[in-house]
Nanobody
Framework: QVQLVESGGGSVQPGGSLRLSCSAS????????IGWFRQAPGKEREGVAG????????YYADSLQGRFTISRDSANNTMYLQMDNLIPEDTATYYC???????????????????????WGQGTQVTVS
């Protein structure tokens, strides 16, 4: 069983930065994609960023315009989301997730791509105001 624990959320003013962390435990050997998703109240869950483990390819939601960076520390089974120049529209609960199979863009650029992911963190709140 895989467990994901997130940290790093909080409240920040527009233009500020936050760094989210996600620590994984258990058997993650079958993971093909790691990703960050977010969900704002009353909205669908959407992809933010993802990495194809085998090739290191990164995908980002078009709406981010280069403000976020996903990374991973494979030695420590930890993934990160660096968020810069935050805007109020970034306010949401952010989730990290692992997928055994998420063909294409790691489920980041497709609607409902989050459904391809098998394991999820508990979510961490990010508020920009």
């Amino acid at each position: 069983q895989v467990q994901l624990v997130e940290s790093g959320g909080g409240s920040v003013q527009p233009g500020g930065s936050l760094r989210l962390s996600c620590s994984a435990s258990g058997d993650t050997s079958s993971t093909t994609c790691i990703g960050w998703f977010r969900q704002a109240p009353g909205k669908e869950r959407e992809g933010v960023a993802g990495i194809v483990i085998r090739f290191g390819t990164r995908y980002y939601a078009d709406s981010l315009q280069g403000r976020f960076t996903i990374s991973r520390d494979s030695a420590n089974n930890t993934m990160y989301l660096q968020m810069d120049n935050l805007i109020p529209e970034d306010t949401a609960t952010y989730y990290c997730a692992l997928a055994a199979s998420a063909p294409g863009t790691c489920g980041i650029l497709t609607p409902d791509g989050w459904r391809q992911y098998n394991y999820w963190g508990q979510g961490t709140q990010v508020t920009v105001s």
